[in-house]
């Protein structure tokens, strides 16, 4: 018997926001009990500023979470500690490697609620840190968006943000459609699933123009050196001070150092579900595609192999991390597809949605590229000339490989062959782009820091930011 298709609202999710919250975030915590948290984070950056922080905090009495009800209000109280908590740690001049009881007790308690990891995730900084500027506009226009909270206080980085909640909700409907598409794939309805993959598309497409606008908001410069900083989380840190990792003090005197992975956007659980429904398949970074097995998972969505991307799932919401897990039980329509091949409206538009995913992941390597490998110590450094293969990324993988890559693999699924030829064309027959390549003397390779922190060299990992 095939398992039932996933019904969002069992997994907190809705067609109109997808994984953003059906209730608009809180504002404000409506008990006064909490109103030390908010004046803290409503005054971050002047704290911060006047290096006064950490000694307000130190003050803090520690808050119990039992004035918490609804889940709007879990969800606004693990925003408040999460941007404390990384102010904390990083916004001295070192870092510190203990996270007080005042912020570390909620912290735990909440995220064990939330089934989220304590660390500012991409659920923390935008998920759940968002604003409509304006009630009666949708929240998919960059135009009627705000943030919450921030660090810096800067343009740039509400917009960093920002982009990322415009593409979940400009992306939202894609998620009712692609299961509408599963369910018509078990009656045999080719026609809607075309319409479904048709729309699919172009939906698609309107991701990438939205994630091209990055750059209008957010300079590279402010990105790196004032953002980036702050997004950083506790392992692979030890070049930033963080050589063990973090401890959260509980008051038992027993703590031990924790390790978290800073907050990126590998932690969407909505690109993860296009991969899923379209059957892409991620494989550790340099991995070939294995073609003797591939016939006995022709059409279904294969089982993650990307140790990185199964990595950053844990730090999803435990309801969006258990939908993905579901998805993967009933995507059928890459095989469905495969057995229907001389349908050829149908394979156009799945070709199609290949084509699509795969041009958002270039506009996003063009992205890091520019806020991350250009903005590096070592890339501006006249005397170093860093090797692209060798920059690496929180989660510890090669960084501009493992995002090619996964923008490679997108189209291995192609059908027709016209298709497969051009999703599989070889974008670096004009060389590397690079106009200053070969103007100035190469030197010994460096490290590099990436969106949220240092890019440590571990081959079982992955990079941060990827889509």
């Known amino acids: 018997m095939l398992p039932p298709v996933p019904i969002l ?180 309805d080719s026609e809607t699933v075309t319409d479904c993959l048709r729309v699919f598309a172009e939906r698609l497409d309107d991701l990438g123009t939205l994630l091209k606008r990055m750059h209008e908001g957010c300079d590279p410069h402010v990105f790196y050196h004032r953002i980036r900083p702050f997004l950083a989380g506790s392992k692979n840190m030890e070049e930033a001070g963080l050589p063990n990792g973090l401890i959260y003090e509980d008051g038992t005197g027993m703590e031990t150092y924790r390790q ?67 998805v993967t039980l009933v995507a059928n329509i890459r095989d469905y597809v495969e057995s229907h091949r001389k349908k050829k409206e149908l394979t156009v538009a799945y070709d199609a949605c290949l084509a699509m995913l795969q041009a958002f992941r270039d506009v996003h390597i063009n992205i890091v590229s520019r806020y991350i490998i250009i903005k590096s110590p070592s890339r501006q450094d006249k005397n170093d000339v860093p090797s692209k293969k060798k920059l690496k990324g929180t989660g510890g993988t090669a960084l501009i490989p493992f995002l090619k890559q996964a923008r490679d693999e997108t189209g291995e699924p192609s059908i027709d062959s016209w298709a497969r030829r051009v999703l599989h064309r070889d974008s670096d027959n004009k060389g590397q782009n690079d106009f200053f390549l070969g103007k100035q003397e190469a030197q010994p390779d460096g490290g590099v820091c990436g969106m949220a922190g240092t890019w440590a060299i571990d081959d079982n990992g992955g990079g941060l930011c990827h889509y």
Not at 292 to 297: F, K, T
Not at 309 to 319: A, C, D, S, V
């Open 9 to 188: 609202g069992d997994y907190g999710l809705s067609q109109d926001y997808g994984f953003l919250p059906a209730q608009l975030p809180l504002e404000r915590l409506p008990d006064p009990y909490y109103n030390k948290w908010e004046a803290i984070v409503g005054n971050l950056q002047g704290l911060i500023l006047s290096k006064r922080l950490r000694g307000v905090i130190d003050r803090l009495p520690v808050l119990t979470t039992a004035g918490l009800e609804h889940d709007a209000e879990w969800r606004r109280a693990y925003s408040l500690l999460c941007f404390m908590a990384h102010s904390y740690v990083w916004g001295g001049d070192s870092p510190s490697e203990r996270l007080p009881a005042s912020i570390s007790i909620p912290l735990l308690k909440i995220s064990a609620y939330l089934e989220v990891l304590p660390v500012a995730t991409y659920a923390a900084v935008c998920l759940w840190n968002f604003k409509p500027l304006f009630l009666d506009e949708h929240v998919d226009n960059l135009e009627n968006l705000a943030t919450l909270s921030t660090f810096t206080g800067s343009i740039d980085e509400s917009w960093f943000y920002l982009v990322s909640v415009a593409i979940e909700a400009r992306g939202a409907p894609i998620i009712p459609l692609m299961l509408r598409a599963i369910k018509a794939v078990r009656i045999n």
């Open 260 to 326: 978290y992975s800073g907050g990126s956007n590998a932690q969407s659980s909505i690109i993860q579900f296009f991969d899923i429904v379209l059957g892409v398949e991620h494989r550790p970074t340099g991995d070939k595609k294995d073609v003797s097995s591939e016939s006995e998972l022709e059409g279904r969505a294969p089982p993650p192999k990307h140790n990185f991307l199964l990595e950053m799932r844990k730090y999803m919401p435990g309801p969006h991390r258990r939908f993905l897990e579901d």
